[in-house]
């Protein structure tokens, strides 16, 4: 069984930073598409960004240009750096790698 722990997250101000990281147990990250969703308060789940094997990188509109998503596959690790942090970012981050694994989530709050 596959196991995801996200870390990184945190409280933090209107504007500011922070990197998510998810480390995966196993021997197949490198080959699986990894993703990071996100659920506020009283929203679905949704998904943030994600980042395939190959290296290419997809993202929500809403954090274009201020999110960036990467791995590392040598340390089985993937990152969510987001900068130009707003309220409505506040949310539990995910972790997701698309066979059925998801991570125990990791809360970010936004503060004006």
């Known amino acids: 069984q596959v196991q995801l722990v996200e870390s990184g997250g945190g409280l933090v101000q209107f504007g500011g930073s922070l990197r998510l990281s998810c480390v995966a147990s196993g021997s197949m990250f490198s080959r699986n598409t990894m993703a990071w969703f996100r659920q506020g308060p009283g929203n679905q789940r949704e998904l943030v960004a994600s980042?395939?094997?190959?290296?290419?990188?997809n993202y929500q509109a809403s954090v274009k240009g201020r999110f960036s998503i990467s791995r590392d596959n040598a340390k089985n690790t993937v990152y969510l750096q987001m900068n130009s942090l707003k309220p409505e970012d506040t949310a539990v981050y995910y972790c997701y790698n698309f066979k059925g694994n998801w991570g125990q989530g990791t809360q970010v709050t936004v503060s004006l």
């Open positions: 980042i395939t094997s190959g290296g290419t990188t």
